[in-house]
């Protein structure tokens, strides 16, 4: 079945440490990626998202992500975390021709100072 | 504020009961989507509406779960015959056109916790 994959479920880091949360998607042609991040208590917000053009995209508060389309793949990175990163962190893809996002499982990521 | 508001933010209710969670949008937005969030699972798409109509519904699990939005700005999602299966948070989101359009960002509500007991 087409879908969103994120094979991270629970990632635990250091401050300073670097991240990288991988996604991978099942969708052929033309897809829109973005990855969704909900603090704790807050409600999800976007955090970046690529649509075309230059496949490293660059978000807030230091994150990017790389579109690697022979891989269907949209990996999250930042070289170094802080605490007030832990959130959880979705993978979402709008597949071709539709109007649909879907996302994936999540991943939970704790920085502890 | 400014943002997605939805209602109510808690509900418990039994196994049978109906059960109504409300939708208000950011203004002007014309695009409103649902989606359902189980513990540990990413928001899984129900239904969006462009305008008063629903352009797709082939998320909905069945035929307990239906979602209005008569006037084009406030949606209901009313689920009939609630059972333990249905707990979940149901998220409401909105934007300017269909996926976001160009911009591509839906604006996420709180979300409704529903608890079937």
């Known amino acids: 079945a087409q879908s969103v994959s994120q094979h991270n479920h629970h990632v635990i880091l250091s401050e300073a440490a670097s991240l990288e949360l991988g996604c991978n998607y099942s969708?052929?042609?033309?897809?829109?990626l973005f990855w969704y991040v909900q603090y704790p208590g807050q409600h999800l917000q976007l955090l970046l998202k690529?649509?075309?053009?230059?496949?490293l995209v660059k978000g807030i508060k230091g994150f990017e992500a790389e579109f690697i389309k022979s891989k269907f793949s949209f990996n999250l990175r930042k070289p170094s975390v802080q605490w007030s990163d832990t959130a959880e962190y979705f993978c979402?893809?709008?597949?071709?021709?539709?109007?649909?996002?879907?996302f994936g499982t999540g991943t939970r990521l704790q920085v502890f100072p | 504020g400014a943002g997605v508001s939805q209602t109510p933010s808690n509900k418990v209710t039994e196994k049978g009961k109906y059960v109504e969670l409300r939708c208000d949008p950011i203004?002007?937005?014309?695009?409103l989507y649902w989606y359902r969030q189980s513990l540990g699972q990413g928001p899984e798409f129900l239904i969006y509406?462009?305008?008063?109509?629903?352009?797709?519904d082939s998320g909905l699990p069945n035929d307990r779960f239906f979602a209005v939005r008569p006037e084009g700005s406030v949606s209901t999602l009313k689920i009939q015959r609630t059972e333990r299966g249905d707990s979940a948070v149901y998220l409401c989101?909105?934007?300017?056109?269909?996926?976001?359009?160009?911009?591509?960002?839906?604006?996420f509500g709180e979300g409704s916790r529903l608890t079937v007991l």
């Open positions: 989101a909105s934007s300017l056109e269909l996926a976001g359009g160009h911009t591509g960002e839906l604006f």
């Open positions: 969708y052929g042609g033309t897809v829109n």
């Open positions: 690529y649509f075309s053009g230059d496949p």
């Open positions: 979402a893809v709008i597949p071709y021709n539709t109007d649909k996002l879907i």
């Open positions: 203004s002007g937005h014309t695009a």
């Open positions: 509406f462009q305008g008063t109509g629903a352009a797709d």
